[in-house]
């Protein structure tokens, strides 16, 4: 366990987005301890450090380095959820990627997921004070009320305006609340549903399933005749409502725990990352992902998809939504310059003005045709900026940096993003 | 099941039966750990619809195992390693065929080559 005495931390970046290596420029500079930064790891010195704290995921060519750091860390964290189970990018081990946890080579790492990860969970590690079993449970924040009931129908998506108390899950709205703790971006606030980055109990993905195949029972679901003279019903391979309420399993239940829950996939890799985590995707779902990994072009690529759908389908959106996408953009410059100068006053001053546009750093409340929730002092009513409910087209879409394809049910099967693989 | 024991049916030595109170109790987990830890295919084997003895056991698992097939086309592996099936407790046969079938399944499955890798 770390504790008071700590003189310094060392800071790694691994693959990802880097948002949460970023982040950690919020940790009070005041403290005792020195912090090196250290955005290329096999570079790294090997110098004696008291904490060592690992940010981005990790592939088997990193275990060599992670060894390394661990033999000469005091203790080693594993920070954002990224380092702990490769986080949203985890879904490229559909496509045959394979990744590492933290703990697999560091034994005792302290894990702190969470996308983005929370850097006062982070400061508080590092002073001995690890988050401890039981964890708060996301729905005791939440000011949705479930009842648990057996649903008949399952929705992609709800109209934001309608019903604020009720649990998404009893909407037939697939959350991942149940499975997941309190945490600090709370995308359910967004009128956005929880996936579960910062899980409340083991093998939350397989668990969620569960949960929301239970919560499904009045759904129809197809069966066959097992055929011959002493036949009786069989679940039916084919498609049927359960499985187009929910077109992408993985996605939904897994996206921060596939690799640590599921064998490596078979599927054919584009043998770009970034491409296999957002093929098999559903439409309704690549803003809240891209906002997840895109990292310092996350608002430009969020933004990019939505544009390209919009453009795609003739969603027309309003003269407030133009302004506050331009004024993310803007924010997203400001952000990379602060990064590049590693100015933590710039840092945490443009994190709050995205906070209050786009609701979280997931940027949670963008959504196609506007945002899902009332932009705090905006003047302009929210009918005027609400996000609109989309219909899924067949077709590719184009704009910015982005270039996807979607089947008829809405599905990525194929994607392409220009500026950083 | 009993009933196809006591009439001395013949069946694949390769099932093995875990006797569950209701098919509703087979959750997810297990099965994934059944398949982690060796079983090469599941297949749960519930009452009728409709027959119920705990209301919608049957039913509640039939909608967790359609998640999962779904889940496993999605990585790449054939579905017909879990499956979901329905039996008559008088009927002994209808178990029989059942086992018959997730054999058939299964093999089908190891032919494609889509089956889950070893010891993952």
């Known amino acids: ?421 | 099941m009993n009933t196809a024991g006591v009439a001395r049916m013949g069946y694949d030595t390769a099932i093995k039966i875990v006797p569950l109170q209701c098919s509703g109790q087979a959750n997810p987990q297990l099965i994934m750990d059944a398949l982690k830890d060796g079983a090469d295919a599941v297949g749960v084997i519930g009452c009728c619809i409709g027959a119920c003895h705990f209301v919608n056991g049957n039913m509640l698992s039939m909608h967790r195992i359609k998640l999962m097939k779904q889940l496993f086309k999605e990585l790449g592996y054939s579905d017909q390693q879990i499956n979901h099936y329905t039996a008559r407790a008088a009927e002994g046969e209808t178990a029989v065929g059942d086992f018959e079938d997730i054999m058939a399944r299964l093999k089908r499955a190891e032919h494609d080559g889509t089956t889950l890798p070893e010891g993952w």
Request: with cysteine.
């Open chain 1, 1 to 421: 366990m770390v504790n008071a005495m700590v003189e310094s931390v060392t800071i790694f970046n691994f693959g990802s987005c880097p948002k949460c290596f970023d982040e950690t420029l919020l940790l009070p500079s005041e403290e005792k301890y020195a912090i090196e930064r250290v955005a290329d790891p096999a570079s790294w010195d090997g110098t004696r450090t008291d904490v060592a704290v690992i940010t981005g995921y990790l592939v088997p060519g990193d275990a060599a380095v992670v060894e390394q750091i661990a033999a000469n860390a005091g203790q080693v964290i594993a920070f954002g959820t990224c380092a702990v189970t490769a986080g949203p990018f985890g879904l490229a081990s559909a496509k045959g990627t394979k990744f590492l946890a933290a703990r697999e080579v560091a034994k005792d790492a302290i894990e702190l997921p969470a996308c983005l990860g929370e850097w006062f969970e982070l400061y508080e590690a590092i002073q001995g004070n690890a988050p401890q079993r039981p964890y708060k449970k996301l729905c005791s924040t939440c000011k949705r009320r479930s009842t648990c009931k057996f649903l008949s129908e399952v929705v992609r998506q709800l109209d934001p305006a309608t019903d604020e108390e009720s649990c998404f899950n009893d909407r037939g709205f697939a959350c991942n609340g149940y499975v997941a703790r309190q945490c600090k971006e709370k995308c359910i606030d967004q009128f956005t549903p929880c996936r579960a980055c910062k899980p409340l109990i083991d093998r939350p993905g397989i668990r969620m399933l569960s949960m929301f195949g239970t919560l499904v029972a009045n759904v129809e679901v197809a069966t066959e005749a097992t055929g011959g003279i002493a036949g009786t019903d069989k679940l039916a391979d084919g498609p049927d409502d359960v499985t187009r309420g929910v077109p992408d399993v993985s996605g939904v239940f897994f996206r921060f725990s596939l690799p640590v829950e599921m064998p490596l996939g078979k599927v054919l890799s584009s043998g770009n990352i970034l491409s296999n985590v957002f093929t098999g995707r559903m439409i309704e779902e690549l803003p809240l992902i891209a906002g997840m990994l895109g990292g310092q072009n996350a608002i430009s690529m969020q933004l990019d998809i939505i544009e390209a759908y919009e453009q795609g389908t003739g969603i027309e959106v309003t003269d407030v939504v133009k302004t506050h996408r331009n004024n993310l953009r803007e924010l997203e410059s400001q952000i990379m310059t602060a990064i590049e100068n590693s100015d933590a006053v710039a840092y945490g001053g443009t994190t709050e003005q995205i906070r209050q546009v786009a609701g979280n750093m997931n940027l949670s409340r963008v959504y196609f045709g506007g945002f899902k929730t009332v932009i705090p002092g905006e003047q302009a009513s929210f009918e005027e900026y609400k996000a609109k409910i989309i219909e899924f087209k067949q077709g590719t879409y184009q704009a910015g940096n982005v270039a996807y394809t979607l089947d008829a049910e809405g599905k990525v099967t194929d994607f392409t993003w220009s500026v950083k693989a």
